[in-house]
Structures are given as structure tokens and as C-alpha cells.
């Protein structure tokens, strides 16, 4: 098992979010974390299931399914996964560009924690985010944001 607490980095949501809306970025899926402690281990499941062939067919991995179930994540992806509640999915025009985070970088996934982001606190929501801007998401809009993807 790696260290992953030692490869988590401090970032905003807003760079995080970029690399998802992306075409040309390695990742598809922002994985939500609940608890700041859970990202080493949702990391490691991660890789776990990639080692067992997970992510085809535009498929969550079924370690990701179970945590979904449990309510120990939630989803943002750019691509349309139909299975998806509302319950479970987070538009990331939601969420503050500037609302601190800390990630795992897991391609195809950032296992990200936002403080705030499960309770919905004011601090990390955005308000009446429009819909315009998850359409231009589920689109594959290219928005550069300088970082080479």
C-alpha cells in the first residue's frame, strides 16, 4: 500500500474543476470524499479497481458504487453516467472556485475533500449556479486555465 497521506496536496476547487471540464485532461471523474481521513483509503480502492480492469464502459468502478451506497462519496464526472442520482452527483458549478481543498490525483480520478461540500455550508455553495454552466460541463467545453491539459 503507498503512503497517500504523504502525496495530498492542498489545492482550490476551482483547478480541480478545470481539469474535469477538460477534453485533453486524464481525468474523468472527481471523486468526493466525506471525510478528510477516507482519501488515503478511497485512493487505495481506487487502485484496486483499476488494477481489476474498473472505469470500463464509462462504468464507476464497483468499489466506487459501494462507497457511493454507504454515503462516503459523491461523484462529479464528465461523463453522462445515467446511474447517478441527484443524491449522489455534484455539479461542480456548485461548488466555490475559491473553496479550499485537498486531493489525491488517481487518474482517472481527483479524490478530493471540500470541507463543507457534504453539508452544503454556505462558505463552499454557490447559489443559483445556472444550468449553462453544467451544460457546457457535460459538452466537454475546453476551458484552459493554463495548465497544460
Known amino acids: 500500500m503507498q503512503n497517500w497521506n504523504s502525496l495530498i496536496d492542498p489545492s482550490w476547487f ?4 478545470g481539469y474535469l471540464r477538460s477534453p485533453r485532461s486524464p481525468i474523468d471523474y472527481l471523486v ?4 478528510r481521513e477516507r482519501l ?7 487502485m484496486q479497481d483499476l488494477a481489476q480492469g474498473g472505469f470500463k464502459d464509462q462504468q464507476l468502478s464497483p468499489g466506487l ?12 464526472s464528465r461523463l453522462l453516467l445515467p446511474s447517478l ?9 456548485t461548488v466555490r472556485s475559491s473553496a479550499p481543498c485537498e486531493v489525491l490525483y488517481v487518474p482517472p480520478c ?5 470541507p463543507g461540500l457534504f453539508e452544503e455550508q454556505a462558505a463552499v455553495m454557490v447559489r443559483d449556479a445556472g444550468r449553462s454552466r453544467m451544460s457546457g460541463l ?6 484552459d486555465y493554463g495548465h497544460g491539459y
Do not use: C, W
Not at 458504487?65 to 462529479?76: C, E, R, W, Y
Not at 457535460?138 to 476551458?143: N, V
Open 14 to 17: 476551482g483547478l480541480i474543476a
Open 32 to 35: 468526493h470524499v466525506k471525510d
Open 40 to 46: 488515503p483509503d478511497v485512493a487505495e480502492r481506487i
Open 65 to 76: 458504487q459501494a462507497l457511493l451506497q454507504d454515503g462516503a462519496i459523491k461523484v462529479s
Open 85 to 93: 442520482g441527484p443524491d449522489v452527483a455534484v455539479d461542480p458549478a
Open 110 to 114: 481527483y479524490v478530493v475533500h471540500t
Open 138 to 143: 457535460q459538452r466537454g467545453k475546453d476551458i
